[in-house]
C-alpha cells in the first residue's frame, strides 16, 4: 500500500498473511465455484473463492452465492470461459454463466486508490477502480470477516486482515481504523448493522464508536445506494435487530428522522413498529425468501403514517406529505412511494373488511400481506384474506397524534 495513506488508517500491510487448513469441502463450496477456481489456476493464474462464500461456511451457514477474485483480467476470464459475459462500466467484472441461472461473478484484484487518486479533500472514495494484487484486494475490503481467501487446491484459509480471530469470536470488526473506513465509504455502516444483525454477531466497541461518531456522513452517500441497503437491512429476516442498532446508534436519525422520532415517542421493545418488525423477520424466515419492497416500505413506515394520517378527510394527501422528505433524501422509487401512500390511504377499510372495489386492483394481494402480518404483530389470528372479518382491537386502530418527544 502507498506511503500517502493516512497516519490513522493502520490498515494492514502486506507482511505476509496466515493460513488456516480449513478443509470446506467439495459439497459445501459450490462445484460450479469451483471449477472456475481450478481452470484459472491451470492457466497460471491466482484465483480463490472470497468474500461472503467463505466467511458463511467458516460461520457454518449456507451462502447465497460463492464469488471469486483472481489475477486474470476481465478479458483473459472472457477468454478461457466462453460461458460468460463482461459486465459493468466503471469496474468490469465476469459473470460465469451455468445452467439455472446460476451466477459465478469473478472479478480481477483490485486495490485501494492512493490518497493522491483520491478526489476532493475528504476521505470519500470516489474511484475504486484500480487492479492490484491479491492482498491489496484484502486489504481494500470493508470488514475483515469479509476479506478471507479459500485456496481451494491447498484446503486452507489465506487471512491478510486478521479475520479468523474475529470469525473465531463471532464479532464485526473493519479493516483498519473504523472512522477512516466509514469516511472512504459511509454506506460501510450499514453494512456493519447488517452483518452483525443478519449473522447474529456483536460489534466492537471501536466499529459502534465509530458507526456514532460518523453517522452524518451517510448523507454524503449515493442515495440510490442507500435506499438498497435499508431494504436488505428489511429482506433479510433480521429487520428488527437491524433497525433497533439504526436507532440506537442514531443512524436513523439521519436517514429516516420522521420514523426514528415516532420510536422515541413510542415504548421501545414493546412499542408496535419493534413488534411488526419481528413479525416480519418471522414471516421471511418461514417463507425462505423476502417480502416484496411495497410490503417492506410500507410495514416500516406503517404506524407513523397511520398516526400522521389520523382524522385526516384526504389520507394520501396526509401520507404525501410526510413521504415527500423520505423520498427526496432516499431516493425513493416513486413505484413503492405511491403504493405505499395507496395503501396507507385505504388501510382503515381494510381493518374494517371493506376493501371494496380496492380488492379489484393489482395493489390489494400487496396491501393484504401488510394487514395480515400487521395483524400477526398485534397477537391476532391471521387469515389469508385482509377482508373477511372486521379487526376488533384497540391495537389496531389508528393510533391518535402525540407530542413529539425526542430521544437525547
Not at 468474500?51 to 461456511?57: A, E, F, I, N, S
Not at 479533500?121 to 492482498?135: K, M, S, T, W
Not at 459511509?186 to 444483525?197: C, E, Q, T, W, Y
Request: charged content about 35%; some cysteine.
Amino acid at each position: 500500500m502507498s506511503s500517502a495513506e493516512p497516519d490513522s488508517d493502520e490498515r494492514p500491510r502486506p507482511a505476509g498473511p496466515s493460513r488456516h487448513p480449513v478443509d470446506l469441502g467439495d459439497r459445501r463450496l459450490d462445484a460450479d465455484a469451483v471449477k472456475v477456481v481450478r481452470r484459472l489456476v491451470r492457466n497460471g493464474y491466482e484465483a480463490y473463492v472470497v468474500g461472503g462464500g467463505v466467511r458463511d461456511l467458516l460461520l457454518d451457514r449456507s451462502p447465497k452465492d460463492f464469488d471469486i477474485a483472481t489475477s486474470a483480467r476481465p478479458d483473459d476470464v472472457r477468454t478461457l470461459f466462453r460461458n460468460s459475459r463482461i459486465i459493468g462500466r466503471r469496474f468490469r467484472l465476469v459473470h460465469v454463466l451455468f445452467s439455472g441461472g446460476k451466477v459465478i461473478e469473478t472479478a480481477t484484484f483490485r486495490r485501494a486508490p492512493d490518497t493522491s487518486e483520491r478526489e476532493g479533500d475528504d476521505l470519500l472514495i470516489r474511484n475504486d477502480n484500480v487492479f492490484g494484487d491479491a492482498h491489496e484486494d484484502a486489504a481494500r475490503r470493508d470488514f475483515t470477516i469479509n476479506a478471507l481467501f479459500y485456496d481451494v487446491e491447498n484446503k486452507e484459509v489465506i487471512d491478510w486482515v486478521g479475520g479468523m480471530p474475529h470469525i473465531e469470536g463471532r464479532i464485526v470488526h473493519t479493516i483498519g481504523d473504523p472512522v477512516v473506513r466509514f469516511q472512504e465509504d459511509p454506506v460501510r455502516i450499514l453494512r456493519a448493522i447488517k452483518f452483525s444483525a443478519r449473522l447474529d454477531l456483536g460489534i466492537t466497541p471501536e466499529v459502534y464508536d465509530a458507526i456514532v461518531q460518523c453517522r452524518g456522513s451517510l448523507a454524503m452517500a449515493a442515495r440510490p445506494r442507500l435506499f438498497e441497503e435499508l431494504l436488505r437491512l428489511l429482506r433479510e429476516g433480521a429487520a428488527h435487530r437491524s433497525f433497533w442498532l439504526a436507532w440506537e446508534t442514531g443512524v436513523l436519525d439521519v436517514l429516516l428522522p420522521e420514523l426514528s422520532a415516532y420510536l422515541s415517542d413510542a415504548e421501545e421493545e414493546d412499542g408496535v413498529v419493534w413488534r411488526i418488525l419481528r413479525e416480519l423477520d418471522r414471516r421471511t424466515n418461514e417463507r425462505g425468501e423476502p417480502f416484496d419492497d411495497v410490503v417492506l416500505w410500507t410495514l416500516l413506515l406503517l404506524e407513523p403514517l397511520r398516526e400522521i394520517t389520523a382524522g385526516e378527510k384526504d389520507r394520501v394527501e396526509a401520507a404525501y406529505d410526510f413521504l415527500e422528505p423520505v423520498i427526496d433524501r432516499l431516493n425513493v422509487p416513486r413505484r413503492i412511494a405511491d403504493a405505499v401512500r395507496r395503501i396507507v390511504a385505504i388501510y382503515p377499510r381494510l381493518e374494517a373488511g371493506r376493501a371494496g372495489r380496492f380488492s379489484k386492483t393489482p395493489l390489494f394481494a400487496l396491501a393484504a400481506e401488510v394487514h395480515d402480518i400487521h395483524r400477526g404483530a398485534m397477537g391476532h389470528e391471521t387469515r389469508d384474506s385482509a377482508t373477511t372479518e372486521r379487526a376488533d382491537s384497540s391495537l389496531l386502530a389508528p393510533p391518535k397524534r402525540r407530542r413529539r418527544r425526542r430521544r437525547r
